[in-house]
């Protein structure tokens, strides 16, 4: 008996499934200009030729570094047309943090925009890449993606991918200072897409992205899932409150992805309650739980907010707290959604009854086939049976309801950045003022959390806040340098002799 072949649900088959099925329908809008699904899908094709003639075949690597733009998503479509890997850098990262990334993913090619080449070309020579394509103007010893696809003919062939295929590798630091990639299959954002659609689908009329697509938040809360169901993207590119308000009412937008930080600029604005947010079915948010007055802000609008969390490891979603719960399950993280499952676990990995805390773990088909080049840490965070250990510590409720209490890796999520706090210390240990240090988050009205840096000082020592910045500021990326600054005589410990931080967090809370 014959069998059917299983559709190709890699993300370059569905973006040009997509532009056959709605050719004329707007795709990305991007300060004023917009695409239909068809020139996208054409740019897309030109852009898989060029990538093609230049040597780039199945599994290579492709970076990516840049604020939001259009090309982000046309390198991103024609990665996918090829089967090659796609490599978003985080462009608020410093020169030596680019380095590293890019070489440990054995990047073939960096794309670039005109505010990030000369950050590419400090390091230029330390890298491995063997082409640099700037992606808005020509620049000198950089080569004009424009220029290369004019006259290419658009790919013919599509390379075949499965679900187990790698379409990203997004990196996220870890707690000994350097970052992981994590490997994110093409069935890992199909089946993330999935679960959104059987959850609360939000994206209706047109879906407003303004959070940085390096992050998985940005990339795939909304923005790719609404791609694949034809819906307009509003791409902005960067987050400003006034002219997101603008376009929320302009192009009539239903949602948008935002952390909490995004969310309550937008209601200190002056326009907040001026503007017409009349076509917004519910707002996504992630990042950390969403403030009782900014729900009730919001709700005065007419605004509810959807709310999950995830990483970057599961694609993202671990679970969605529907938004008509935004107010009864006021904390909660949600429940998983339908292809996800979510267990607590103790130190033993036995699993825990409702309301006690241990381990959040998360099993299914949207979490990482790994990290790069790292069995060893891949092994510590999938165990036998499938289950991904992130890390953080919650419970679920008699409902079967998450909620988040803290985090085994004393993470620290800024202004909806994540910030490790090993990677932090690493840097500060090394100025001449400084016996020891610990990094610490403490809660900010603005930010959601601050990063605090908690030193012992040589005798006679002095130092400033801003000192320490600018020390720092080279090798770490603004969001990852302290804004806060104590002074202790010593570092509480255990008789292990490991810093004590959950002490340090009641001291200074005090």
Not at 186 to 205: D, I, P, R, Y
Not at 262 to 291: E, R, Y
Not at 320 to 329: F, P, Q, R, T
Not at 390 to 409: A, E, P, Q, T, V
Request: hydrophobic share 40%.
């Amino acid at each position: 008996m014959n069998m059917a072949k299983s559709p190709d649900t890699g993300l370059g088959h569905t973006l040009l499934k997509r532009a056959a099925i709605s050719p004329l329908e707007r795709a990305i809008t991007f300060e004023g200009q917009t695409q239909t699904y068809v020139q996208l899908a054409l740019q897309v094709r030109k852009i898989s030729a060029v990538l093609r003639d230049i040597g780039i075949n199945k599994g290579d690597r492709v970076g990516y570094i840049g604020l939001n733009h259009p090309s982000f998503l046309e390198v991103l479509y024609a990665c996918g047309c090829l089967g090659a890997i796609f490599v978003p850098i985080n462009f608020r990262l410093t020169g030596p943090e680019v380095r590293f990334i890019a070489n440990d993913a054995g990047l073939k090619v960096i794309f670039a925009d005109q505010m990030t080449i000369s950050l590419v070309d400090q390091e230029r020579l330390s890298l491995q890449c063997v082409r640099f394509l700037s992606i808005e103007s020509r620049v000198s010893n950089w080569e004009f993606l424009p220029a290369l696809t004019d006259n290419k003919d658009p790919l013919e062939h599509l390379e075949q991918t499965s679900a187990d295929d790698i379409a990203l590798i997004m990196y996220t630091s870890g707690t000994t200072g350097l970052p992981k990639g994590a490997m994110l299959t093409h069935g890992n954002l199909f089946w993330n897409a999935v679960n959104v659609a059987f959850s609360e689908n939000n994206m209706q009329t047109a879906t407003l992205t303004c959070a940085p697509l390096f992050h998985i938040g940005g990339l795939n809360v909304t923005t790719l899932i609404s791609l694949a169901c034809g819906i307009e993207v509003i791409l902005h590119r960067t987050f400003e409150p006034g002219q997101v308000l603008r376009d929320l009412e302009k192009y009539r937008v239903s949602t948008m992805f935002g952390a909490p930080t995004m969310f309550l600029m937008m209601s200190q604005h002056k326009n907040f309650a001026s503007t017409d947010l009349s076509s917004i079915l519910s707002v996504t948010v992630g990042g950390a739980p969403v403030p009782v007055p900014l729900i009730e802000t919001f709700g005065a609008r007419g605004i509810s907010f959807c709310q999950g969390y995830g990483l970057t490891e599961t694609a993202p979603y671990a679970s969605i707290l529907a938004s008509h719960l935004a107010s009864e399950k006021i904390g909660s993280a949600g429940r998983p959604p339908l292809y996800t499952d979510i267990c607590i676990v103790d130190s033993e990995n036995n699993t825990l009854p409702a309301n006690e805390r241990g381990e959040v773990c998360i099993r299914g088909p949207n979490v990482m086939k790994g990290y790069w080049n790292r069995p060893e840490a891949t092994a510590e965070v999938i165990d036998q049976n499938g289950w991904f250990h992130s890390g953080d510590i919650g419970y679920l409720d008699n409902d079967g309801f998450l909620y988040l209490c803290d985090r085994l890796k004393d993470m620290i999520i800024s202004g909806g950045e994540n910030v490790y706090p090993a990677e932090v210390e690493s840097i500060l240990y090394a100025h001449e003022a400084i016996i020891e240090v610990a990094v610490i988050g403490q809660p900010d009205s603005k930010w959601g959390e601050a990063v605090v840096a908690v030193v012992v000082l040589q005798p006679d020592a002095n130092l400033q806040l801003e000192e320490l910045r600018n020390f720092a500021s080279s090798q770490l990326a603004r969001f990852k340098l302290p804004t806060r600054l104590h002074f202790v005589d010593v570092l509480p410990r255990n008789p292990a002799g490991k810093v004590q931080k959950f002490i340090l967090r009641k001291q200074l809370a005090q």
